[in-house]
């Protein structure tokens, strides 16, 4: 089983998100993406994402006007 990354500006790609996470999860792998966090005040937000994207096999961004 692969972690996979899920990236993406979150308003206007909320739906396509859901639906990637859902493919991953279909697919037997794990998807790691920011509606899984929670505010723990131990990490800074960017290092929680660049210490995710490290520790994850696979990265999927998807990329659309806002970027």
Same mark, same amino acid.
């Given at each position: 089983? =692969?972690?996979?990354?899920?990236?993406?500006?979150?308003?206007?790609?909320?739906?396509?998100?859901?639906?990637?996470?859902?493919?991953?999860?279909?697919?037997?792998?794990?998807?790691?993406?920011?509606?899984?966090?929670? =505010?723990?005040?131990?990490?800074?937000?960017?290092?929680?994402?660049? =210490?995710?994207?490290?520790?994850?096999?696979?990265?999927?961004?998807?990329? =659309?006007?806002?970027?």
């Amino acid at each position: 089983m =692969a972690k996979v990354y899920i990236s993406s500006t979150y308003g206007d790609l909320k739906d396509y998100r859901e639906a990637v996470y859902r493919t991953i999860s279909r697919m037997g792998h794990d998807g790691i993406a920011m509606e899984d966090y929670v =505010a723990t005040g131990k990490y800074p937000p960017l290092e929680k994402c660049m =210490a995710d994207v490290a520790a994850c096999d696979w990265y999927v961004g998807l990329f =659309a006007w806002r970027y």
